[in-house]
Structure formats: C-alpha cells, structure tokens
C-alpha cells in the first residue's frame, strides 16, 4: 500500500479500518493550493519572491471512524496546518501566513445525514472513492483568508509608510469627514 493521503479509497473503507493518518507534505505536493501561492507571489518583484516556497509544510493528523452505533455514516476528525508564503494586501511585502482547519466531517450525502444527531458538518463527494489529501487541500483552501495580511500591525507598514506607532491608526477618510461636517 502507498502513500493513505493518496491513496484512492471510500469512506466506508477508512472508517471500518479506523484509519488514522499523520502526514507533513510540502505544499508544492497539493496542486491547486501550489497554484494559488504562486498566483499571490508573481505579483512580487522577482528579488523579494521568497525561495523555496514550495517546501513550506502542511502537516495534520485525520482520523476516521463512524457517527453511528450502526457503521453507516463515516465521519472524519482532525486538524490541518500549513504555513505558506502570501503577500500582504496592506504592505504589499511577502509573509508567511498560518492557515488552521479544524475538521469534524461526515462524509456522505445530504440524505444519509439526517440520521446523525451530530454536529457535523457534512462533505458530500462526486464519487465512491476519494483520496484524504484532496479533501485536506480544499479544507486548507477555504481556510484562506480573502485578503492576506500580516497579523500584527506593527510588522506591517503601507507602501512608503514607516512603522505605525501602538495606537496609530491610519483613517484614510478622516479628511473627507472633516471637509463634510465643515460644510455642514
């Protein structure tokens, strides 16, 4: 048997034999999210593209086993990790931003899960079978944020813009409140 985050199997398979799966792959291995990266870094000047972002991790542990006394509905728990390079959207300045997916999964249809009392959020899949490292790339996917930025305000500064002192917050239409309650 291969690699079970490739590997091709169906839930009921992963859930029966209680699979549980810890990986650390490199980002440059899951190719939509490789593609969105690398989208988001060409808009960097070719001396501040980071080097080796494709080596950049994405690790977690998934778990699989059952939401039912029944073996019915298979379900997944687990968590993702990754931390890929971005630019930031308020500096324009590469950073490496934590992405987090807690996964608490009933993999199914719809129909099936209105048997499950759960709080789970349900995954429906386009076929029988599936690979775990798919389904961890779009976790990861939509964990990103719409508008990367960097965490903490002070490592981050505008265009041109020096550090902003603690408590030194930009308004950028500050001026254009002041003009309208002069006119009024």
């Known amino acids: 048997m291969g690699n079970p985050l490739r590997d091709r199997r169906t839930p009921l398979e992963l859930a029966a034999s209680g699979q549980v799966i810890e990986f650390s792959e490199r980002i440059g291995d899951f190719e939509r999210l490789a593609a969105i990266v690398q989208g988001d870094l060409e808009s960097l000047d070719p001396d501040k593209l980071p080097s080796g972002w494709r080596d950049s ?48 999964l009933l993999l199914g249809d719809a129909e099936s899960a209105g048997m499950s009392d759960d709080d789970l959020e349900i995954w429906e899949l386009d076929k029988d079978t599936f690979r775990p490292l798919d389904l961890v790339e779009e976790a990861l996917i939509m964990a990103m944020p719409y508008a990367a930025m960097h965490v903490d305000d002070d490592v981050c500064r505008g265009p041109g813009e020096k550090v902003s002192e603690p408590g030194d917050k930009t308004r950028p239409f500050a001026a254009l409140k002041s003009q309208m309650e002069r006119e009024n």
Not at 62 to 91: H, I, K, Y
């Open 57 to 104: 991790l994405v690790s977690g542990r998934l778990s699989f086993s059952f939401a039912d006394a029944q073996n019915e509905l298979p379900m997944l728990e687990g968590r993702v990790t990754a931390t890929p390079d971005a630019v930031c959207q308020r500096c324009l300045e590469p950073f490496e931003m934590p992405l987090a997916a807690d996964l608490r």
